[in-house]
Every structure is written in C-alpha cells, then in structure tokens.
C-alpha cells in the first residue's frame, strides 16, 4: 500500500474513533470501545479482523495464539485500543511487536480514556 494510501486510511480509521469517542466519552471499559469502534468501521465500509491471533516461531516451537491483536485494518494497520491514564512505553511496545511479527509497517495506539482522543492517539511507523 503507498503512502497516500496509507495516510487516507489512517485518516478514515482516526476520524471513526473520533466519532466514537464524542458520542462515548472517556471512562468506560475498552470492550465497548473496541465493539462500537467496530461498527463505525462497518458503517463506513471499512475492512478489518477483530481480535486476530498472532502466532511466533522459535527454534522449532509453534504457538499460534500468544498474540491477539486487537484489530487489524484492511490488512496494513494494526489498531491498538486501550482505556488507561496516559499511553506508556510498554503499550508502544506491544503494538511495535504485533507490528514486527506480522511485518505490518503502520500502527496506532488509540486511548479512549483521554479528554481529547487526538491527544490519545500514536502513529507508529516500522
């Protein structure tokens, strides 16, 4: 996918959740985020896998449900949903291993639990 590609989805995928959100409001449990998130998508005709699961090869071993991400968008961004304070360095780090693993480049952290869901957003690029 090109990067004018990219940046239309992600602007898609930024102003669902921003829907979500006015209507929402921050405090509630990521669950319903992520089903409401869903059904934006679905309304506005985008693709995506919900909780997909993410299997890691070592040395020999196969696990193929270690990871579930959260959701995967049109099959070049990987969605992370949080509801916490403020996003951390390991929620950064999760989504930098659903991202290396399933060699998928783009990324975004989405915190529903900010005032403002554009200060609860974090692009991350591989």
Known sequence: MNSYLHENLTHKIIASAIEVHKYLGPGLLETVYEECFCHEL???GIQFERQKTLPISYKGLQKDDCFRIDLLVEDAVIIELKTVEKLLPVHEAQLLTYMRLSQTK???LVNFNAVLLKDGIKRLIL
């Open 42 to 44: 679905r309304l506005n």
């Open 106 to 108: 783009l990324g975004l």
